[in-house]
């Protein structure tokens, strides 16, 4: 092992980070309840609004591996928040067998609320993983 490898810069920074990562998401779990949602379907919504193509929608599949949960936990995640009124299915033009999830009205307001009253955290968060470098 070679211990001058190992700068205490770096120890400190990736502590910083890893502080700054947990306060971001204990808090995002409360801003979350808060808008009357648990943390998991803040993060389903979340995931369906910033799909990485700019639709802002998602399937089962695409959100299985981005939450990296089993795809039969994200289909009873989806379930639920369907049946709640927060998202909404669609199946694909190209393929019947697939579903397209998109976010209702009550979805959008509810992440929106959660995502605006995030705004520090998400900053604090950035300021930590620039000082990774």
């Known amino acids: 092992m070679d211990l001058d490898r190992f700068a205490i810069e770096d120890v400190i920074a990736v502590a910083d980070f890893r502080a700054a990562l947990r306060r971001f998401l204990r808090h995002t779990e409360r801003v979350a309840r808060k808008s009357g949602l648990t943390p998991q379907r803040y993060l389903l919504l979340l ?75 998400r900053q604090q968060l950035r300021e930590a993983v620039d000082h990774l470098g």
């Open 47 to 121: 995931m369906i609004k910033g799909a990485p193509d700019r639709t802002e929608q998602s399937t089962v599949t695409e959100l299985a591996r981005r939450l990296q949960l089993a795809q039969s936990t994200v289909t009873e995640l989806v379930s639920r928040a369907e049946e709640t009124g927060l998202i909404e299915r669609r199946q694909s033009g190209k393929d019947g067998r697939v579903a397209h999830l998109r976010l209702t009205a009550e979805g959008e307001r509810r992440l929106h609320l959660s995502f605006t009253g995030l705004e520090t955290e």
